[in-house]
């Protein structure tokens, strides 16, 4: 079983790895597990790797950038922000950064609330989205029951959107001085804008991973299978 901790828990003050975080959250997980019709089976080895990093592997590995070269990797998703400095292919890391209060569950919000002021009934799912679909005018005219509050629906997402990049920006101010920046996470589309505007960097030194929000899940299987 492979498994992640916060950069802020794998990590100590000292961007050193934090053993006894590593141990409790395996501790925590190799035990028995019984399903719904009684069937057991027992976890027997936990992997704990750390969020956010091994997302950029594949893409390290195609740019293979010395050990003098610094990545920032942004992992922004649903509730939590966290972000890490790297050098060369992951030979060490540098600085760290998380932030459990920040995420893109901030435009979820503002989205569901433009909807219901516009009849529409709404969930966390019908919300996402939305967003996602924000600029696709003809969906938005088939799913929003008040036609005439769509623009209104759109502009509270794009300031809510505004909101977000502004706030992880903020948050990152001290990480201006890397060599590139890889974006992840299912909020990395959301940010990439503030982001290029925020790092004086080459268009080509800021990139959104592909399928950023299954990057991580993804390049940890293929790590794993070439283990």
């Not at 195609?62 to 942004?74: D, M, N, S, V």
């Not at 909101?163 to 299912?186: D, H, I, K, M, Q």
Request: with cysteine.
């Amino acid at each position: 079983l492979s498994v992640t901790l916060p950069l802020s828990e794998y990590y100590d003050g000292d961007c050193q790895r934090n053993e006894e975080n590593k141990r409790r959250k395996r501790e925590n997980l190799m035990r028995e597990l019984v399903l719904n019709k009684g069937r057991a089976f027992t976890v027997t080895d936990v992997k704990v790797m750390p969020e956010s990093l091994p997302a950029a592997f594949s893409r390290l590995a195609e740019l293979k950038p010395g050990p003098a070269e610094t990545t920032l990797i942004i992992d922004l998703g649903g509730t939590t922000l966290d972000a890490g400095v790297i050098g060369g292919q992951l030979d060490d890391i540098s600085a760290g950064h998380g932030n459990p209060a920040v995420g893109v569950s901030q435009v979820t919000r503002a989205a569901a609330g433009a909807l219901r002021a516009a009849d529409r009934e709404t969930s966390a799912l019908i919300a996402d989205t939305i967003i996602r679909n924000r600029n696709d005018r003809q969906y938005l005219q088939r799913v929003i029951n008040d036609a005439g509050k769509i623009d209104e629906v759109r502009n509270k997402i794009t300031e809510a959107i505004t909101s977000l990049g502004a706030r992880v920006t903020s948050e990152l101010t001290a990480f201006r001085n890397v060599n590139r920046v890889f974006l992840v996470g299912g909020g990395a589309s959301l940010i990439e804008e503030a982001i290029r505007q925020a790092w004086p960097l080459a268009p080509d030194r800021i990139e959104v991973i592909g399928d950023p929000q299954m990057a991580l899940a993804r390049e940890i299987a293929l790590y794993n299978k070439e283990d």
